[in-house]
């Protein structure tokens, strides 16, 4: 594998070349995360304090506060673990079916390649709408069932025409070989694409397992009354809402409440304080996945 | 597979019987299916799931051609033919909305390709490992911050009084006074452009650096021995091997082009830009959804429908013609 | 290689399959439908509501539906008032609140698919439920229903739909009186109103004059600049710059029109005020301020958080909003910082020639909605027995005071009040939580109990408690025991409040009403950053012109039939 060192040898182009991109990410880092320091800095921040406005990347009176109002409802845990087995399963099953589609339709004679392609591609711009999608919901029995989480979004024809770009890509020189050996199609799928398609089904796996660990619309559309099938997201949009009537002038009496003052939570804290606690998973996962996009993995060590 | 396809072919034609050729096709077809069952029986339950879970819901669509109240269910609701669509085409609003939605999603697309490509490739010539996944980790950062929090940042940092924007370009002398930038109509599709790349340029990116770890190293390798330098590296080897999925991402994209968005909109619209903020979906919001308007809402999704499959048709067609990648 | 794709490929199969197993296992088992429990009336022969509960009530489970966004999801039945309220009623409550998304969406699938709960509270949506035929009609079962016929007898006839004549809920909007403060006005900073000798003012000339001086002497509060004047005007909360020009006209909140009166209902006429001579000259005010760098330059492109931090700052001078678009949070962060006399004090302001102001509407019930029995209900008839039981005075002195000893305490001579602490623990939004004192939407009596209490809001001795000691001074600067008396009494109204009405989907009058709304939204910022005379005339004249397009006939049409109905039906003219 070709290493490259900076700043050493190479052309006057090429450390020119590296000296912008540095610059330039350096820049980029500060941009980027200047939203995400303020939203941790809000987090850590007294609500009271916030609203007067000012905050920048570091938090002028410190409290923990918040993170205790999101995280002291008991409903969360529960909520979390729904979550997480949702996303799991739907990323297990997301990408299994994404390679199984992709792969017929990547064959270039398939004898139904062109309307199945279409059949798929076509979902991804036509709906129901709401009431039908919920009627379909309700005769198959996914109301208030976890299964709705997992089985209607199964099929995502973006993530199939994605792999199927990728395995478009592979030399036909792998699949002819095999086929030569006598092998199936299935035993062709998993031991030899499925290999080498790695990085964009990693890529697949983490579009499918943020968009589930992110999603509360449709626990608010199909299973909005049942408190086990509670996802995280959707339990930090009732701390939300909750943080949100503090705002307005409250029904009991006010005099003097100076001592219960660091309690009170307002919205924008909560906002901030969701985003952490629903981010911070995510950052420890991709990391993960990363490795799998490094330069040359795949091929490089497959071939010959 | 190709080998017993051309095999079969060669038999018909060998054979020299006057069949119809619509009988011979067929033939030729079950062998086919025949061979191929494999294929099929891969891909056969996910097509039934998509005919279960996103084609019987369409059933739906009657309701664009009625007047439909949700007690009387779709039997008992009225048939006005098209007189929901005539509504919407006579509006002024909505010929308004779809100018906006059209404006920014081309805006969005154009800038949003090169913006996210254009950081992959530089994500990719890093050359310390760490550095590269910390600033990739970082570049998505701003993807997971919700829009509610993003608007508010923008509109605080475009603010006359105190924004950093503004204190920024007075201090360069750029500007002599400050500029109340979310007021002025002309800038709002640009906020909305950039504060679109700024949210999603690295999240955007990621396909791309995984599309660029497919390509062989060896090629690199072997320009660089024929004198390529970097830029013509980058030029000759890693946009044309991304090109395949840039193409199939592209075509997907300009199917959604009256999908320009809803959140982002409506959180940085406000009274002195609305004329240029509102978009479809905030319109099907405000008239249709909010007033009990059912099938109007419909019908501007019908419309939608439509009109993305005929850009998603028309566009694999041109990706065909100019020879890259289709989709179809 | 091809061995360990192949774990691979195993492990994920046998991942999967350990995934689906666990969780299929761990599933609760599905719901039970509600129990069909014989409902026994456990009020029986006792017609004193006094005490409900002498048998044990028929214990059963109700679900109910809380249509309302923005909401504390608490279930009222686990917290420690609530469990005191099954206990009386024997009712436990399941409720479904609107989380995340909106409440139209949630009600249009419900409807569509007539999967309803026992009981709903639909708030802006509950004209879609009784549009749809949904809800079960009241009226006869609430008939001999002692306490319910109380406390809400009054205005029961109020509650008829104007189509049906039927009554389809309980209001629980009461219209009691605010007694400690004006919720409404043009508010100018305490300190200021203390510096001037605690003025009455009523000319908005005046006021504005106010606000340039002191501008003028202090341009800067701690380091930054001072705001002159500002409003809400964020999305739905633009109505602050549109209803003004209406008070200054000296009419009561009747949302975008103005009714005029007289002795029949024939005379009760409504007309739309947005292009009357009020909100253009209200409108050249509001531009001057803006050319004199007075107004918040931000005031129409900032977030209702941005707005806040202003007014959380002590900047602030003047402005116009609803009380309760600032009172709670905002107002402690002031006080936090030691600037409680940056806080607000309002006026209501009229226009040349106007004698009285009508900022303060009539105590008169809003009868637009509330808690109703679907018709997917399998007992109505002991929901209705819930509701009886939660009108007795035990209920409501849970619901509106809280648990004797915790909340409140009862004096020697019998009178309820709360101590200093208690409440201090109301301030809590986490024990509000756990307690469950909030009971908002629930039917609700404004009646005194049998024992002589009122509910706290009509309490004056807890009223005048409430009040902090810079109030106690603006108080007795002003010669007065509370706020509610610098207000001119409220006149009656035999229509309840305009607002309220609601307007038919997909009718003319509501198209209108978009409209109208839309094309103020447009125009009226405009004019108020004009930069010159010329420039404000020629929007003014452009807004007026598209005006007429916009079908407000049919929506002042609609208006002035509801209301004439109103005033018909509820027999409150003499």
Not at chain 1, 52 to 74: E, H, M, Q, Y
Not at chain 3, 215 to 230: K, W, Y
Not at chain 3, 321 to 334: D, E, I, K, N, V
């Amino acid at each position: 594998m070709k290493s490259k060192r900076f700043l050493s040898g190479g052309t006057l182009e090429d450390r020119v070349f590296d000296t912008f991109n540095i610059l330039f990410m350096l820049g980029l880092v500060v941009v980027m995360l200047y939203p995400f320091a303020n939203t941790i800095a809000v987090s850590l921040n007294e609500s009271l304090d916030t609203i007067r406005g000012g905050i920048g990347i570091w938090p002028r009176a410190f409290t923990l506060a918040n993170f205790r109002t999101v995280l002291s409802r008991v409903e969360i845990y529960h909520a979390a673990i729904i979550s997480v087995q949702r996303t799991v399963l739907s990323t297990l099953v997301g990408v299994l079916t994404a390679l199984m589609v992709a792969y017929p339709l990547s064959r270039k004679d398939f004898v139904f390649k062109k309307p199945v392609s279409m059949m798929f591609l076509f979902t991804m711009y036509v709906s129901g709408g709401l009431i039908p999608v919920y009627f379909l919901m309700r005769s198959l029995g996914l109301l208030n069932n976890f299964w709705v989480y997992v089985i209607p979004g199964m099929t995502s024809a973006f993530n199939i025409m994605i792999t199927r770009s990728y395995i478009n890509q592979l030399p036909d020189s792998f699949v002819e070989s095999a086929k030569i050996d006598g092998a199936g199609e299935f035993r062709i799928l998993f031991t030899i694409i499925f290999p080498l398609v790695l990085p964009v089904l990693a890529v697949v796996a983490l579009f499918i397992a943020v968009g589930n660990w992110n999603s509360w619309f449709d626990t608010f559309l199909f299973a909005p009354g049942r408190q086990e099938l509670s996802t995280l997201q959707f339990e930090l949009q009732k701390v939300l809402q909750a943080a949100s009537q503090q705002i307005t002038a409250p029904d009991f009496t006010r005099g003097g409440m100076q001592e219960g003052s660091a309690g009170i939570v307002t919205p924008t804290a909560i906002r901030a304080t969701m985003t952490i606690v629903a981010t911070l998973p995510v950052l420890f996962v991709y990391p993960f996945l990363q490795k799998y996009f490094v330069k040359g993995l795949t091929l490089g060590g497959v071939k010959g | 597979m190709n080998g017993s396809t051309s095999v079969v072919l060669s038999e018909n034609k060998a054979s020299g019987f006057e069949k119809a050729s619509t009988f011979k096709t067929f033939k030729t077809f079950l062998k086919r299916l025949n061979v191929q069952k494999a294929l099929v029986l891969m891909c056969a339950p996910f097509v039934l799931h998509i005919l279960v879970f996103n084609y019987i819901p369409i059933w739906g669509w009657i309701m664009a051609f009625q007047e439909f109240r949700p007690h009387l269910g779709i039997s008992g609701s009225e048939f006005v033919g098209f007189r929901q669509f005539t509504t919407l085409f006579q509006d002024d609003l909505f010929i308004l909305v779809l100018r906006n939605t059209l404006a920014m999603s081309s805006l969005n697309l154009i800038f949003g390709f090169l913006s996210a490509i254009l950081l992959a490739i530089l994500l990719n010539e890093l050359g310390n490992k760490i550095f590269k996944k910390l600033v990739q980790t970082i570049s998505y950062l701003p993807y997971f911050v919700s829009w509610v929090v993003v608007a508010n940042l923008v509109i605080s940092s475009l603010s006359p009084s105190d924004g950093i924007i503004n204190r920024v370009l007075l201090a360069l002398g750029i500007i002599e006074e400050s500029v109340l930038f979310m007021g002025v109509p002309e800038y709002f599709w640009g906020i909305i452009v950039a504060s679109n790349i700024w949210k999603n340029v690295g999240w955007n990116s990621i396909i791309y650096l995984s599309a660029m770890s497919g390509i062989d190293p060896e090629l690199y390798q072997a320009a660089s021995i024929d004198g390529a330098g970097r830029l013509r590296r980058i030029w000759h080897i890693t946009l044309p091997g991304i090109m395949p999925i840039v193409s199939v991402l592209l075509i997907m994209n300009l199917g959604w082009i009256l999908n320009a968005g809803f959140e982002q909109q409506l959180l940085l619209s406000n009274p002195l830009n609305m004329r240029v903020s509102e978009v479809i979906d905030i319109y099907v919001l405000r008239y249709g959804i909010s007033m009990g308007r059912f099938s109007l809402a419909t019908a501007a999704g019908v419309f939608r429908s439509i009109v993305s499959i005929i850009m998603l048709l028309s566009a694999n067609a041109l990706a065909k013609r100019l020879g890259s990648d289709r989709i179809i | 290689m091809k061995k360990n794709t192949k774990v691979m490929v195993a492990a994920v199969v046998v991942l999967i399959a350990a995934l689906a197993i666990w969780f299929a296992v761990g599933q609760p088992p599905a719901e039970e439908p509600v129990a069909e429990d014989p409902v026994e009336d456990p009020v029986a022969e006792d017609p004193v509501a006094e005490d409900p509960a002498e048998e044990v009530p028929v214990q059963r489970t109700y679900t109910l539906f809380y249509g309302m966004t923005g909401r504390d999801p608490v279930q009222l039945s686990e917290t420690r008032i609530g469990q005191l309220v099954s206990e009386k009623t024997g009712v436990t409550l399941e409720i479904e609140f609107v989380v995340g998304g909106d409440a139209a969406t949630r009600a249009g699938t419900m409807i569509a698919s007539g999967d309803f709960p026992d009981i709903i509270f639909g708030h802006g949506e509950h004209n879609r439920f009784i549009e749809a035929g949904a809800l079960v009609p009241i009226q006869d079962m609430i008939a001999d229903k002692p306490n319910i016929q109380r406390t809400y007898g009054d205005i029961l006839d109020m509650h008829r739909h104007p189509d049906t004549g039927n009554i389809y809920f309980l209001t629980p909007y009461r219209g009691a009186p605010d007694l400690a403060h004006i919720g409404i006005g043009f508010w100018l900073v305490k300190d200021l109103v203390r510096d001037l000798g605690f003025p009455v003012v009523t000319d908005i000339d005046e006021y504005f004059n106010i606000i340039r001086d002191y501008v003028a002497r202090n341009p800067e509060f701690n380091g930054a600049p001072t705001i002159g004047f500002t409003f809400p005007a964020e999305g739905w909360r633009f109505f602050e710059l549109t209803n003004p020009p209406n008070f200054l006209m000296g009419y009561p909140n009747d949302g975008d029109v103005q009714i005029s009166r007289g002795d029949s209902p024939e005379d009760f006429v409504a007309r739309t005020y947005a292009t009357s001579d009020s909100a253009r000259e209200y409108l050249r005010r509001l531009n001057q301020l803006w050319n004199e760098g007075l107004l918040d330059r931000e005031v129409f492109v900032q977030t209702h958080d941005q707005w806040i931090e202003k007014v959380s700052s002590g900047r602030v001078v003047g402005m116009t909003a609803q009380r309760w678009q600032f009172a709670g949070s905002p107002m402690q962060a002031l006080e936090d910082q030691d600037l409680g006399w940056r806080r607000f004090f309002p006026f209501q302001l009229l226009n040349e020639g106007v004698e009285r102001g009508q900022y303060v509407g009539a105590s008169v019930p809003t009868i637009r909605d509330g808690m109703s029995i679907s018709i997917a209900a399998e007992d109505p008839e002991g929901i209705i027995q819930f509701f009886e039981d939660f009108m007795s005075d035990e209920v409501q002195k849970l619901i509106h005071w809280g648990v004797e000893g915790e909340d409140y305490n009862v004096g020697s001579d019998g009178l309820f009040y709360r101590t200093q602490e208690q409440r201090d623990k109301r301030a809590d939004p986490e024990y509000v939580r756990t307690q469950g004192t909030d009971w908002w939407a629930f039917p609700s009596t404004i009646s005194p109990f049998a024992d002589g209490n009122q509910i706290p809001g009509l309490t004056i001795s807890e009223v005048k408690a409430e009040y902090d000691e810079i109030e106690l001074e603006m108080l007795e600067g002003f010669g007065v025991d509370t706020f509610a008396q610098l207000a001119p009494e409220p006149i009656p109204s035999p229509y309840g409040f305009a607002w309220d009405i609601a307007l038919p989907d997909g009718s003319p009058a509501q198209l209108a009403n978009t409209r109208i709304g839309d094309l103020r939204r447009f125009h009226y910022p405009r004019m108020v950053m004009a930069a010159n005379q010329a420039e404000f005339d020629a929007e003014w004249n452009a807004f007026v012109a598209a005006f007429e397009e916009t079908g407000y006939a049919d929506y002042e049409a609609f208006m002035t039939q509801a209301i004439q109905e109103r005033v018909r039906n509820w027999g409150l003219l003499d």
